[in-house]
């Protein structure tokens, strides 16, 4: 891939026997989606893709999940649309940070905000839109923020995190979410909006009247009618809202979401035609040859699209004309959203007025149905609280089904489940995937999967409703919906991938990435084979930090407002008297917010700065605590037989051993464990991952346990009579489980997927016992060599603890077409590594023995 930010190809007229060069202005879904299409038809093409903001694409469409996410990994959290990988093997140019200031249309030349000049042969502008901001006095207040990109949701996390009241102006679709994430955030939030009912676009009066108190039962204020004169503020920050009525709104934030304005101006500048948007015609054509628009830029038939699935659909008929392929047109796409509102699950189809139809309401389950018909044919469905039907209705309004019983017709297609759908029933709109291809994938291609069904036929790799559907019919079509694969999109299982790894001894990453393509597609499986390339090396790998969550990175949990909580080490939650001054003091020194005991027997110090992080590490002087990762956290205990006249066993001696025995470890998931002095089970031994228990006579080995949303006894793996067997006993599990469970597979699942006979033969054999004793020997040795929060000294990235706060963030920008400065990720030490920086894990020695 080449990924610039300061340099663009060179311009200049190509040989008639060169490829035909296409430039993408715009790195939004827009501009990927066109990407991804003109790389399936025509493997020669040249293609490159201009993205004004500092990221490559991402999905715009779950923005909010930044939001309202507890642990955002990084400025783009996981909605990062491919990994670099994916441009380089696709031979797709990508320029990030350089936005196009001016197209010379005769000299088919693009000016660039970097000086340089970028020559094409054909056009296409995904540049998306910006949000739309009222021309009300107070609007350019410190603390009034737009609700459009990743910077957005940066700031208004922050900044609801110290806020005492906020206000989102706006009661639409994105006006909710961003309300939702502010409350995420605990900050009381009033929305305001200007028309008599929320989401008056989706929702009727009958609708958004029981929508409403959902709103408020989440302590969500909501003003309806409101017309915002003025953002009030003092010494430059925003104090509230006046509204034309007189009457105002205390706000020390406020963010704003009415609706979104097509980018044109790049167009319009050039002498293309516009309207609202850029004026496109059925093959998505602009006004001059060879340049054609798409996305919410694109105005179609008097239409501008502000959904995710014609984006799609527009991305198929652009590069068809772009390659000059007969056939593809665009007719207009039916607008419809499934979504979640107030927690309330909700689906808008189509016009949800119409001239008549049909309504079943049922206020006190909080349920709404309705048909919406004009000239005695289906137009539109509204699906309130209760969802069923909702494949039948999309159907029958895309297909415009004429009915003459709207209220029969309603209650039919509750009852209607995948099996009735007929086979050309769209059931991937963003890609145009019918349940028929679906079928034919499982029945006569042989797939046997939801996830390899999703990665050949692409349904459900857009907005992601559809995934649930696609699961049912995969099912129904006679596949299996268990896991099969580390990595979906390559079809490859994580037992395949480890006997890759073992086979040719790839020590990093980048290593079985480059020769077997793991990750290179989506890039989500990274972190699964960052973890398997360790496991397997017995922690001997070359460490490559750019496949590992953010928490991974710098060694801390990240919080709802972007600094970190500091967990140390207290082995079976034993502490001593000087430990707890130096934390004290540290605490008092970096300002840390809350001191709490945390639920493992441990001490959270909460909002601490990232780059405060490696200070407030050397003060304590206590090694990590591993509260971030998937790993093995610790060792609760209870006081057993040293002071409780109950116990039965040394619970805290155990408790302390097994944590010096087990920590530093890296687990499919994290690994919570307990021991419990006697059968009272006061460290709650038995819903932990791993838990022991002392009985007369012995202790009993538990495995599996839960103590979460759903909570689950652990199993008895065995029961043995000495500490050293149940230590024994303990560890072979913990081996085993890390051999053998899916990445992210709690041991809860992991027991009753396996077994428990099979688990008891695989871990309390002899010879089994032993060997796995041994190789968690060796991983051991090499995990508790290094401590990772030793890296204050010897950070792995020279950025690898800047502050998001010390970077100076670009402005909020839409699809690609603005946006500067520099790439927050990168600025944040969220670091790329290249094969050639893969470093070689420092080992450092064993604990000294006076830590014991």
């Avoid at 994105?174 to 929320?198: F, K, N, S, Y």
């Avoid at 103590?707 to 065995?718: E, H, L, M, P, Y």
């Amino acid at each position: 891939m080449s990924t610039n930010s300061n340099g663009a190809a060179p311009s200049g007229v190509e040989s008639s026997s060169d490829p035909a060069r296409i430039v993408i202005v715009g790195g939004g879904i827009a501009g990927q989606s066109l990407c991804e299409r003109l790389r399936e038809r025509d493997p020669d093409v040249q293609v490159t893709l201009v993205c004004a903001e500092p990221h490559l694409p991402y999905d715009r469409v779950h923005l909010s999940d930044l939001l309202s996410a507890d642990e955002p990994s990084g400025p783009l959290g996981d909605l990062q649309l491919r990994p670099e990988e994916w441009y380089e093997d696709n031979r797709i140019d990508v320029l990030v940070g350089t936005k196009v200031e001016r197209i010379d249309l005769p000299g088919r030349e693009l000016e660039l905000s970097n000086g340089e000049t970028l020559g094409y042969d054909k056009l296409a502008l995904a540049i998306g839109s910006q949000p739309l901001l009222p021309p009300i006095p107070g609007i350019d207040l410190e603390g009034v923020y737009a609700y459009r990109g990743p910077t957005d949701t940066t700031a208004i996390r922050a900044a609801a995190a110290v806020a005492s009241q906020a206000a989102v102006i706006g009661g639409g679709l994105l006006g909710l979410e961003a309300a939702r994430g502010v409350q995420a955030q605990d900050c009381p939030v009033t929305v305001v909006h200007l028309m008599d009912r929320l989401m008056e676009r989706q929702l009727d009066a009958g609708a958004a009247q029981m929508l409403l108190p959902a709103m408020q039962e989440l302590d969500m204020e909501v003003t309806l009618e409101r017309q915002t004169e003025e953002i009030l503020g003092e010494d430059g920050k925003v104090r509230g809202l006046r509204f034309a009525d007189g009457e105002e709104l205390e706000a020390d934030l406020v963010a704003v979401s009415i609706g979104i304005r097509p980018e044109k101006e790049l167009a319009e500048s050039a002498g293309i035609d516009c309207n609202r948007g850029i004026l496109v015609d059925d093959r998505l054509r602009t006004s001059e040859l060879d340049v054609v628009a798409l996305g919410e830029c694109a105005e179609h038939r008097g239409v501008v699209y502000g959904i995710v699935a014609p984006i799609y659909e527009h991305a198929k008929v652009a590069a068809a004309t772009l390659l000059d392929h007969d056939g593809d047109e665009y007719r207009g796409s039916l607008p419809w959203a499934k979504l979640k509102v107030a927690e309330v699950d909700l689906v808008s189809i189509g016009d949800v007025e119409g001239d008549g139809g049909a309504t079943s309401a049922l206020a006190e389950r909080r349920e709404y149905r309705k048909i919406a018909m004009r000239d005695g044919r289906m137009v539109g469905a509204i699906l309130l609280g209760d969802t069923r039907g909702t494949e039948a209705l999309l159907e029958a309004v895309r297909s415009g089904e004429r009915v003459e019983d709207p209220l029969a017709r309603l209650a039919e297609v509750a009852e209607a489940g995948p099996e009735e759908l007929p086979d050309e029933a769209q059931v991937c709109d963003c890609n145009g995937v019918c349940k028929g291809d679906i079928v034919r994938a499982v029945t006569e291609d042989g797939m046997s999967s939801k996830q390899e069904v999703m990665s050949v036929t692409r349904a459900g790799t857009g907005c992601g409703s559809c995934k649930p559907l696609v699961a049912d019919l995969v099912a129904i079509a006679g596949g299996s919906d268990e896991p099969a694969y580390l990595c979906p999109c390559r079809k490859q299982t994580r037992e395949r991938v480890a006997e890759q790894i073992m086979e040719n001894g790839y020590e990093a990453v980048s290593e079985v990435s480059e020769a077997c393509g793991t990750g290179r597609e989506c890039g989500l499986c990274k972190p699964a084979l960052a973890y398997l390339v360790s496991q397997i090396n017995d922690n001997r790998h070359r460490e490559e930090r750019s496949a590992r969550h953010i928490n991974d990175r710098v060694h801390a949990n990240i919080q709802n407002d972007g600094t970190f909580s500091v967990v140390p080490r207290m082995r079976g939650g034993v502490t001593n008297s000087d430990q707890l001054r130096r934390i004290a003091d540290a605490a008092d020194r970096y300002g840390v917010r809350m001191i709490k005991v945390t639920g493992g027997q441990r001490i959270d110090l909460l909002g601490v700065k990232k780059d405060d992080l490696p200070a407030i590490w050397e003060d304590i002087g206590m090694p990590s605590g591993h509260a971030y990762g998937k790993a093995v956290r610790q060792v609760k205990s209870c006081v057993g037989t040293d002071f409780c006249r109950f116990g039965l066993g040394d619970a805290i001696q155990l408790g302390v051993d097994l944590e010096y025995e087990w920590e530093g470890l890296h687990t499919p998931a994290k690994v919570k464990s307990g021991v419990s002095g006697c059968p009272r089970n006061c460290a709650e031994a038995t819903v932990k991952d791993i838990g022991i228990v002392a009985i007369e006579g012995g202790w009993q080995v538990y495995a599996g346990g839960a103590a979460g949303g759903s909570v689950r006894k652990g199993d008895v793996i065995a029961t043995v009579a000495t500490t050293e067997e149940a230590k024994r006993v303990a560890t072979a599990f913990l081996q085993y489980y890390r051999e053998h469970a899916s990445f992210k597979e709690r041991t809860y699942d992991f027991v009753p997927r396996i077994g428990l006979e099979e688990l008891r033969a695989q871990v309390l054999d002899e010879a089994e016992q032993v060997a796995l004793l041994e190789r968690f020997r060796l991983a051991k040795t090499a995990a508790a060599a290094r401590d990772p929060w030793l890296e204050r000294r010897a950070p792995y990235h020279q950025r690898q603890f800047t502050d998001l706060d010390s970077v100076v963030l670009p402005q909020a920008g839409a699809n690609g077409a603005n946006g500067h400065g520099p790439d927050p990720a990168k600025a944040a030490g969220d670091e790329a590594d290249s094969p050639g920086e893969a470093r070689e894990l420092e080992l450092v020695g064993p604990p000294p023995e006076g830590e014991r």
